[in-house]
């Protein structure tokens, strides 16, 4: 059993920036491929960004919306995963999830509660 508890959503004007944090409980964080997803009043959720560890790094993927100001990184010494969100616009206000996907050995899908983040002057 793996609990996401996000944190550092707020209120921020365009332009602006955010750094989010996912704090994760559990033992073999690094085996999980950790990601970022948004869901905007109306509208379905979208992956954002997501990364994985192996043996010689770490991986990410970003979607094209977000690509250039959005970092996504992991600290598996802290089993936590963060995503920098800079130069934010207000189409990306939405919550904010965290995910922890264990497909990859055949372990389960967790979710946070998610984190408001909204861009507005």
């Known amino acids: 059993q793996v609990q996401l508890v996000e944190s550092g959503g707020g209120l921020v004007q365009p332009g602006g920036s955010l750094r989010l944090s996912c704090a994760a409980s559990g033992s073999i964080f690094r085996l999980y491929a950790m990601g970022w997803y948004r869901q905007a009043p109306g509208k379905q959720r979208e992956l954002v960004a997501s990364i994985t560890t192996s043996g010689s790094g770490n991986f990410a993927n970003y979607a094209d919306s977000v690509k250039g100001r959005f970092t996504i990184s992991r600290d598996n010494a802290k089993n936590t995963v963060y995503l920098q969100m800079n130069s934010l616009k207000p189409e990306d206000t939405a919550v904010y999830y965290c995910?922890?996907?264990?497909?990859?050995?055949?372990?389960?899908?967790?979710w946070g509660q998610g984190t408001q983040v909204t861009v507005s002057s």
């Open positions: 995910n922890a996907d264990g497909s990859r050995f055949q372990g389960n899908e967790y």
